[in-house]
């Protein structure tokens, strides 16, 4: 095994066991913590693909923003393991079928990707470095780029506009 | 990509530098706790430390000592792993930074061009920016792990502080980046060496980026996490023994690496001011420039780092109200102005 494969299998183990302890996990802020540790493990997989601009964007913006907000929420309303509502026995089997029904339709879409012509490329692609990223964002996709920061603007506004008083 | 193609000497030399530049910082940390009070007793026309050793030198050795043997408490309603946590966090995001500063040029030993800086990736502010907005969490998850109302009011008033002042921060660094064209440090470093330093392009963005420098390292006038007089003593309140130390010592370091950061950023780096590098290393030989360029480095270090300590016996605490009005209302509207002027001047320029 080379250094990235057993790169890749670290970080895919962590990234998935804590994903799986966000939702297992009772206690909010542990859950919160365990969310932290999967957008880490998320970054290190966009490392491993050289698209380093990315990765520590994510952190920027999810593990060190989002996050924090996640933290500010559930400290303020003290939600702990003792108020943590207990479902009925049938609200618990609704929501089995219907995530089954979402895992359903996720490996249908999956199923017929052609994955062999597709071969991540590791350490050696460049448009993940923050010069090619930003050339392709102003030229190629300028308008999409530009319409989605107008959506973010017209959002921001909104929390503005709904957060005043009076 | 074998496991053995790895240059075996790079990873001793970069654990070795690595090794160097976290005692350094620590070492650091330790006298500036000193200078912090030897400054303030000579502001407020006190003598200060005066009895361990000569002129009170081993005072921070005292001081850790004396925090090593305290007694260790874990309040029995706390919880335990995130109460450890907190401390842990605090330390490690604060010595984190130092990882991409360019603490000097290269060295020539044995046939190997040494840098002194441990990564140079290619996105480095950007790394800058992502470990201090993860420094929150040091101070937010000891403060609600202390299950204590004065501690959890101070961590969620050191969060929203800390993520306020970010926002200015990063546009200030925007009006940076614009100018140097480039992410690495050690691209921004070169060009301060062959040009003028960044200050003289940039001295409002630095005045904010110093400001909001203060407000992330939790230091007077921004110190209301804190404020012993509204929070007991904010969100180390519950910690005793080298627990509370790891706080009270990740913000001197914390100090410490800003300081170095402004000193890159906007001083020159590792630059000796008013000299020619190249022609004076061909004088007196490579290695001797690239320590003094080390030390020069350290001396705007110092100076930052007294102009922190003298705010803080200067300044008194903002109200929190206050503080809010001035990072959304003043900061944020100054670096944008800055930001679209830098973008103006740039752009009229080329043309």
């Not at chain 2, 007991?232 to 410490?256: R, T």
Request: glycine share 8%.
């Amino acid at each position: 095994m080379t250094i990235i494969q057993i790169l890749f299998w670290l970080l895919s183990a962590l990234v998935l066991l804590s994903a799986i302890m966000v939702v297992i996990n009772r206690h909010p802020v542990y859950s919160v913590i365990w969310l932290i540790i999967t957008f880490f493990g998320i970054s290190g997989h966009y490392i491993l693909l050289n698209a380093q601009f990315l990765a520590v964007v994510n952190i920027i913006v999810y593990a060190g923003a989002i996050m924090v907000l996640f933290l500010f929420v559930i400290m303020l309303m003290n939600l702990n393991k003792d108020m943590e509502p207990q479902k009925s026995k049938w609200l618990k089997l609704v929501g089995a079928i219907a995530c089954g029904c979402l895992l359903l339709v996720l490996i249908a879409a999956l199923k017929d990707i052609d994955i062999n012509n597709q071969i991540a490329e590791t350490n050696t692609g460049n448009i993940g470095l923050i010069e090619n990223l930003g050339t392709v964002l102003f030229t190629k996709y300028v308008i999409p780029f530009e319409i989605s920061s107008i959506l973010f603007l017209s959002a921001m506004i909104g929390a503005v506009v709904i957060g005043k008083k009076d | 990509m074998d496991l053995m193609v790895i240059d075996i000497w790079l990873i001793i030399e970069k654990l070795a530098l690595v090794a160097i530049v976290v005692s350094i910082s620590l070492l650091i940390a330790m006298y500036s706790t000193y200078a912090e009070r030897k400054v303030a007793a000579y502001l407020q026309d006190r003598r200060g430390p005066n009895r361990a050793g000569p002129f009170g030198i081993l005072q921070p050795l005292a001081d850790g000592g004396k925090l090593f043997f305290k007694e260790e408490i874990i309040p029995l309603t706390s919880s335990k792993f995130l109460f450890v946590l907190g401390p842990a966090l605090a330390m490690i995001t604060a010595l984190m930074t130092s990882a991409v500063i360019p603490w000097g040029g290269t060295l020539n030993w044995f046939e190997r061009n040494i840098s002194l800086q441990i990564a140079d990736i290619n996105i480095g502010v950007l790394y800058i920016f992502g470990v201090i907005s993860l420094s929150v969490y040091g101070i937010m998850i000891g403060g609600w792990a202390s299950n204590n109302k004065f501690s959890l009011l101070a961590g969620i008033r050191g969060a929203s502080q800390m993520i306020s002042y970010e926002l200015a921060m990063g546009l200030t660094l925007i009006a940076l980046l614009m100018l140097t064209g480039s992410l690495k440090m050690s691209v921004i470093v070169e060009q301060q060496i062959n040009g003028p330093w960044n200050i003289v392009y940039q001295p409002l963005g630095f005045l904010v980026f110093f400001i909001c420098a203060l407000a992330e390292t939790n230091r007077t006038p921004f110190d209301l996490p804190e404020a012993e007089n509204e929070l007991n003593f904010g969100y180390h309140q519950e910690y005793s023994s080298m627990k509370l130390g790891f706080y009270l010592f990740a913000e001197y370091i914390a100090m410490f690496i800003s300081s170095a950061i402004m000193a890159t950023l906007y001083f020159g780096g590792y630059d000796i001011p008013f000299v020619n590098e190249s022609s004076l290393s061909a004088s007196i030989g490579h290695n001797l420039v690239t320590i003094l360029g080390g030390f020069a480095l350290l001396l705007k270090v110092s100076f930052f780092l007294f102009v922190f300590i003298w705010i803080r016996w200067t300044i008194p605490r903002f109200r929190y109200d206050q503080l809010m009005n001035l990072g959304w209302k003043k900061l944020i509207p100054l670096a944008l102005f800055n930001m679209v002027i830098t973008a103006v001047v740039i752009l009229l320029l080329d043309k």
